[in-house]
T-cell receptor
Framework: EPEVTQTPSHQVTQMGQEVILRCVPI?????FYWYRQILGQKVEFLVS????????KSEIFDDQFSVERPDGSNFTLKIRSTKLEDSAMYFC???????????????FGSGTRLTVV | GQQVMQIPQYQHVQEGEDFTTYCNSS?????IQWYKQRPGGHPVFLIQ?????EVKKQKRLTFQFGEAKKNSSLHITATQTTDVGTYFC???????????FGAGTTVTVRA
């Protein structure tokens, strides 16, 4: 049973539509991350989130993307106007320390498969 | 940007044999982590190495961090069918809260 729950497990959306992917870390953690993995490819960093602020973001994380922790529990990734190339598995991760120090690493959720048609 | 390279991309192994996967960075890493992703699954943390020249073992898995902290390796002995999956290394240069993953080594095992 993953310690990070992601919903939905699969989302199909039409190009141009907005999607919100949700992540619920069971424990109380400070450091959150979103990664994506296009089918068969590497795990790509999108954004890190610490103390309710974005700490770092990649070139992929453009103005179409945003993250929030609206209620202090759920951690969301919003894609405002989806493109075909946004189709991927999106993973939420959390860590108790920056970069997952002290032998705990990152704990990944089971992912949301986003399909843009 | 920081690049973490992994070789080989694919590793086909006979059950019982050993193999090694390698991870190289163009810049010095403050730490290196290894993850395993089973087919259809999510990355699962295996281990973290922090010190130059560090070697850690987990049963049949041996992880090494290079002296210059620019490369790492994962060696698996006596491969089993449960070792099937993709092994990713991931590292960061320091203090940018951005753990970069290698492309992974996908391991298949012939029984």
């Amino acid at each position: 049973e993953p310690e990070v729950t992601q919903t939905p497990s699969h989302q199909v959306t039409q190009m141009g539509q907005e999607v919100i992917l949700r992540c619920v870390p069971i424990s109380n953690h400070l450091y959150f991350y979103w990664y994506r993995q296009i089918l068969g490819q590497k795990v790509e960093f999108l954004v890190s989130f610490y103390n309710n602020e974005i700490s770092e973001k990649s070139e992929i994380f453009d103005d179409q993307f945003s993250v929030e922790r609206p209620d202090g529990s759920n951690f969301t990734l919003k894609i405002r106007s989806t493109k075909l190339e946004d189709s991927a598995m999106y993973f939420c991760a959390r860590s108790t320390t920056p970069f997952g120090y002290e032998d705990y690493g990152y704990t990944f959720g089971s992912g949301t498969r986003l399909t843009v048609v | 940007g920081q690049q973490v390279m992994q070789i080989p991309q694919y590793q086909h192994v006979q059950e019982g044999e050993d193999f090694t996967t390698y991870c190289n960075s163009s810049t010095t890493l403050s730490n290196i982590q290894w993850y395993k992703q089973r087919p259809g699954g999510h990355p699962v943390f295996l281990i973290q190495l922090v010190k130059s020249g560090e070697v850690k073992k987990q049963k049949r898995l041996t992880f090494q961090f290079g002296e210059a902290k620019k490369n790492s390796s994962l060696h698996i002995t006596a491969t089993q069918t449960t070792d099937v999956g993709t092994y990713f290394c991931a590292g960061d240069t320091s203090n940018d809260y951005k753990l970069s993953f290698g492309a992974g080594t996908t391991v298949t095992v012939r029984a």
